[in-house]
């Protein structure tokens, strides 16, 4: 198992030189420039620094400086699922059959471990300091802790890590009987282990590296009415907050109003899931009611473009949400319907889909770099991180345009979001190194490379 050094600096760290900042924040203070002074883990200034005896300096020549990446939905197992030929071309409904209801079973300790690995490493490379990992995969069948193993995995990599305990009441159907069943808890037994993770690993603290989220896997299938407003209540009052998947094909609206005779988001309203400790992966088709509900209940999408269109969901209204003034936030769901889980191409893609959908001004490069910003941190509680401004806490992105695409920019800020690529030179969480030189300090990568090789071939 490799582990990872992230040495503290001892003195003030003052990153120089830099083409300019993307912040995450609204209108002109979306843009600033100038260097970026660290102490303590906090961002203490920015603009024209004079040195101090003693400075670290990280020298950003020539780059772009953004606030840490946060993935607000991802699936980490599913990173060693990526591109199964039988479910390459499949819709979500014959794809979740062909993939995570197939495989469940097989992911073993050695599976998950490899799988967060890569997840995260991909995550970091790309600028993620925070992910949000909706995991369902808990059964008695499994001799180890799946918790356990992500918190373990993130830490050793140093990425920050919510995890949305997922699970499901109640098996689902799909279009065939032909499965291993997925795991099926009873509501007491679901939330006497949510409570016991809360317990174990949920930190609300500003520079939380651990939070835990109540998170079923669909709240139309996964649950019946009652069940979803004792999660909820149960969630208040354990002080966490509750996500799962709504709205992400025309299936979840069609079945939604056979069943109840009503629309996903009028569902969910019904019974306590909306609010601003609420958010949902995809919301692919909500109408304009539904658009307005979300608005004015604070309750938050999480906008996942590349998985979207990969399954042939459609493109979720994220521009027009935030237009009405609503919360939008980025996420790179899950390998196995993304094959490219980085938060550079999902943030490309989240800027192109959003103009294919609604015009050549639906959305700006600063809009999406606050989505997967401080929108995102927002999202999972984190109003001290997402931002690169005074007082925040330097989770800090250095971004090098030296590779041919960045070549020709007439506006060198844009790249982070218009170059469709990862060109990270450094990452930092709260001040310290968890990539330098566009590599993590420690980690053997050609280890984990033929580690995952081996799991596919297991896997079969």
């Excluded at 020298?59 to 199964?84: E, N, P």
């Excluded at 995991?135 to 140093?158: I, K, M, N």
Aim: charged residues 20%; hydrophobic residues 45%.
């Amino acid at each position: 198992m490799t582990e990872i050094e992230t040495t503290p600096y001892r003195h003030d760290l003052v990153l120089r030189n830099a083409s300019g900042i993307l912040t995450g924040l609204r209108g002109e203070a979306a843009r600033r420039s100038g260097d970026i002074r660290v102490r303590d883990g906090r961002i203490v200034a920015i603009g024209d620094i004079a040195p101090l005896p003693g400075d670290e300096v990280l020298d950003a020549r020539g780059g772009v400086v953004t606030s840490g990446f946060v993935s607000v939905h991802h699936h980490l197992f599913q990173s060693v699922l990526k591109a199964v030929p039988s479910a390459i071309s499949a819709r979500l409904e014959t794809w979740l059959r062909l993939v995570p209801v197939h495989y469940w079973h097989r992911i073993d300790e050695e599976a998950l471990q490899v799988a967060a690995e890569i997840g995260i490493a991909e995550l970091l490379l790309s600028g993620c300091t925070l992910v949000n990992d909706h995991h369902y995969l808990f059964s008695d069948r499994y001799g180890y802790d799946p918790a356990a193993v992500l918190f373990d995995t993130a830490e050793r990599l140093g990425i920050r890590l919510a995890l949305s305990r997922g699970g499901t009441t109640r098996d689902r159907s799909y279009d065939t009987d032909d499965v291993v069943p997925m795991p099926v808890e009873t509501l007491d037994v679901m939330l006497a282990r949510v409570q016991d993770l809360t317990t174990r690993y949920h930190d609300a603290g500003p520079d939380s590296s651990r939070k835990i989220l109540l998170a079923p896997n669909t709240p139309t299938w996964g649950a019946t009415p009652e069940e979803l407003k004792a999660m909820a209540a149960a969630a208040r009052q354990m002080g966490i907050g509750l996500h799962s998947h709504l709205s992400e094909t025309d299936h979840y609206v069609s079945w939604c109003r056979e069943v109840h005779d009503c629309r996903p988001v009028e569902f969910v309203a019904r019974h306590d899931w909306v609010g601003p400790d609420v958010f949902f992966a995809h919301l692919v088709h909500v109408d304009q009611d539904e658009i307005a509900m979300l608005a004015a209940t604070g309750t938050g999408m999480a906008h996942c473009p590349q998985s979207n269109c990969r399954l042939g969901s459609g493109i979720a209204p994220a521009a027009a949400l935030d237009r009405a003034g609503g919360r939008v936030a980025m996420g790179v769901d899950g390998a196995a319907s993304n094959e490219a889980c980085d938060m550079a191409s999902e943030m490309h893609a989240g800027w192109m889909v959003q103009r294919a959908a609604g015009g050549a001004d639906a959305a700006s490069v600063e809009d999406v770099v606050r989505w997967s910003t401080a929108a995102g941190a927002a999202m999972l509680g984190y109003e001290e991180l997402g931002a690169v401004a005074e007082g925040r806490i330097a989770d800090l992105v250095v971004h090098g345009l030296d590779d041919p695409r960045h070549a020709g920019l007439h506006d060198p800020l844009a790249a982070p979001v218009v170059s469709g690529g990862s060109s990270v030179r450094h990452v930092l969480k709260a001040g310290r190194p968890v990539v330098a030189d566009g590599m993590i300090p420690g980690f053997d990568m050609p280890r984990l490379i033929a580690r995952a090789r081996e799991v596919v071939a297991r896997l079969g």
